[in-house]
């Protein structure tokens, strides 16, 4: 295994530890592919996912050869963020995976905030 991989897996690890102390909330959980970004916020008690959103959904999707990028990320935090509200979730723990914070994750992150507490 390479050293970038287990480094990722590392800080995934590290998160969801975590996150684990922190079992009261909800937890947005964000996942990104070369060509798409995925976000979802999970109940970890019950292990159901309660909204979800990415740049596959009809409001968001372009065809286009990538969909991973700051526009796109702007609008599916958006979207997840209006979801939530419409849900009446106010509180939720930020899980970024193993990846780090910043660029598409960060501008996600940046966006959903504005409607939802971290």
Not at 33 to 42: D, T, V
Not at 88 to 99: A, P, R, Y
Request: net charge positive.
């Amino acid at each position: 295994m390479s050293k970038n991989k287990q480094n990722f897996i590392r800080r995934k690890q590290r998160v969801r530890i975590k996150l684990r102390k922190i079992s009261d909330r909800y937890r947005l959980s964000v996942f990104k592919s070369g060509r798409h970004i995925y976000a979802q916020i999970i109940d970890d008690a019950s292990s159901v996912t309660l909204v979800s959103a990415s740049t596959l959904d009809k409001e968001i999707r372009v065809n286009s050869k990538s969909n991973c990028n700051v526009d796109f990320a702007i609008r599916v935090g958006k979207l997840i963020a209006d979801r939530a509200e419409a849900k009446s979730i106010k509180m939720v723990s930020f899980d970024k995976g193993g990846h780090k914070y910043h660029g598409v994750i960060k501008v996600l992150a940046d966006e959903a905030r504005k409607k939802i507490q971290f």
